[in-house]
């Protein structure tokens, strides 16, 4: 098996990326993972504890920056988490709907491409309108797999009510909750013991090294890099995701 070669610096190589735009990486560990041949009752569940591992120290690092605005966004995280626990009961969306939502997302990464700046005046969120965002956004995060973050980052930016910097960290809380609501789902529908003991024997070195990786690169995304950078990789980051979603689609 090649997990020394080549399965931590890809988990790493994730881990950072993501965590510079206020993501955890969910969709990268899926899919590096099946790669490395990791049994698939053990994928899902040790994805989510990599996501809930990067999205804890990453909304650390983007709130402790001053870019949480939380008495503005709590609507978004509270109708989010009910809905993305809903969203990990139901089945899959049909191909159609998710080959939408892949094009969606590679048209949001051309947009940041195009636009790498702030624009320089922003609108105050309707908190009714963040509640039903909130709840959609849960409930498409549940369905997809994802922790939610490449859809709501993109309607914060594209609505103008944040900034880049204060969208990530809206987005890593948003993907923190929604990590522990799924982790909450699996563990009620299976028993516990039996999805610790499902986990590959080097976990240990898979969290410390994603920890690493995502506490480097939301720390240069929460306080360092300049926001033209910050779009950019999240141009990337929405690539990545749109590609799993027509590779599960086809």
């Not at 009961?89 to 939502?101: A, H, K, M, N």
């Not at 009620?188 to 690169?217: D, H, K, N, Q, S």
Request: charge should be positive; aromatic fraction near 10%; proline fraction near 6%.
């Amino acid at each position: 098996m090649e997990f020394t070669t080549w399965l931590l610096p890809a988990l790493a190589l994730v881990a950072f990326l993501y965590a510079s735009v206020g993501h955890a990486g969910a969709s990268g560990y899926l899919a590096v993972l099946a790669l490395a041949g990791i049994s698939p009752a053990a994928i899902k569940p040790l994805a989510l504890m990599l996501n809930l591992a990067v999205a804890a120290q990453g909304s650390w690092q983007f709130w402790s920056a001053g870019h949480l605005r939380w008495r503005e966004f709590w609507p978004v995280l509270l109708a989010g988490l009910p809905a993305a626990f809903l969203g990990g009961w139901l089945d899959l969306p049909p191909v159609g709907f998710q080959r939408l939502v892949a094009l969606v997302l590679l048209a949001s990464a051309l947009r940041f491409l195009w636009q790498p700046r702030d624009p320089e005046v922003f609108m105050t969120p309707p908190p009714l309108a963040l509640l039903g965002w909130g709840a959609g956004l849960g409930l498409l995060a549940g369905l997809t797999g994802t922790g939610g973050g490449v859809f709501l980052t993109p309607l914060l930016l594209f609505r103008r009510w944040a900034s880049t910097r204060e969208a990530a960290a809206v987005s890593s809380l948003f993907i923190f909750g929604n990590s522990v609501s799924g982790l909450a789902g699996l563990w009620l529908a299976r028993p516990g013991t039996e999805i610790l003991r499902g986990l590959p024997v080097g976990f240990g070195g898979m969290l410390l090294v994603v920890l690493a990786a995502g506490a480097l690169g939301s720390r240069l995304g929460s306080r360092h890099w300049p926001v033209a950078w910050i779009r950019r990789c999240l141009a990337l980051v929405l690539l990545l995701a749109a590609t799993k979603l027509l590779a599960s689609a086809s």
